[in-house]
């Protein structure tokens, strides 16, 4: 069964500010007034004006100039915006099997809080853990499983199932299926695996052909 990690992704805590932050000396800016980003041109900043002569008047900042910081965070922001909506389809990558490994550690939720509300499937679940923590209807030699057809449920990368059992909607479920694969493979075979480099690359494939298609039908819109 793939199982989604317990907890959600601590996004925040990879979030690093844009600039070095140099400590601020109380008093130093206003109350409610962040610092800026250090900027070449605020001290003697400008082009040399001949024989010394100060310039008349301050030159002024356009907007969005790259001395204020603002242009490079938002072409960052932007690309990673762009990122985030790039499609992504989910596909089984064949000769892995680590979801079958039932017995999944802490870092995963316990069959008692999947099926908290399904008393059947957490039956099931227990009687199909082998003392190994393996399925035990789980072919190690082939990496199939002996009951492919008629698996339960809890055992389908589906978005019924996403849905039953952790109430992920359809919108996201290409994604979610994803990130447990990531997290199934890492926790069976390590994060240096050729299963996982495997995975990732069936991932970009599929997701590119998705890309793909989502342009020809665009395209095809835009001929009619
Ligand atoms: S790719 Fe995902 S769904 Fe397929 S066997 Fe591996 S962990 Fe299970
Ligand atoms: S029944 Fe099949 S698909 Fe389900 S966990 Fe066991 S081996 Fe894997």
């Known amino acids: 069964m793939l199982l989604l990690l317990r907890g959600a992704r601590a996004a925040s805590a990879d979030i690093q500010p844009r600039w070095p932050q140099a400590p601020v000396q109380a008093g130093a800016y206003p109350a409610g007034s962040p610092p800026s980003p250090p900027c070449p041109r605020a001290e003697g900043g400008g082009r040399a004006s001949g024989g010394g002569r100060p310039s008349p008047r301050p030159r002024r ?3 969005r100039s790259p001395c204020l910081g603002t242009a490079r965070p938002r072409a960052q922001q932007q690309q990673e915006k762009a990122k985030a909506k790039r499609a992504v389809r989910w596909k089984c990558a064949s000769g892995c099997g680590a979801c079958c490994k039932l017995d999944k550690g802490p870092d995963f939720p316990t069959p008692d809080e999947i099926f908290a509300d399904h008393p059947d499937y957490l039956q099931l679940y227990r009687s199909m853990t082998g003392d190994d923590g393996w399925c035990i209807n ?5 990496r199939t499983c002996n009951i492919y057809q008629d698996r339960s449920l809890f055992c389908r990368v589906e978005p019924k199932a996403f849905d039953e059992f952790f109430g992920v909607p359809r919108s996201r479920f290409d994604r979610e299926a994803c990130s447990a694969c990531l997290d199934n493979i890492k926790m069976v075979y390590g994060d240096d695996s050729a ?3 495997n995975f990732k690359r069936v ?3 599929e997701s590119k052909k998705l890309e793909l298609e989502a342009s020809k039908n665009q395209d095809k ?3 009619t």
């Not at 789980?138 to 082939?142: E, L, Q, R």
């Open 61 to 63: 900042h356009r907007r």
């Open 138 to 142: 789980y072919d190690k030699a082939t």
């Open 195 to 197: 299963e996982l480099s």
């Open 203 to 205: 991932i970009r494939d």
């Open 221 to 223: 819109l835009l001929d």
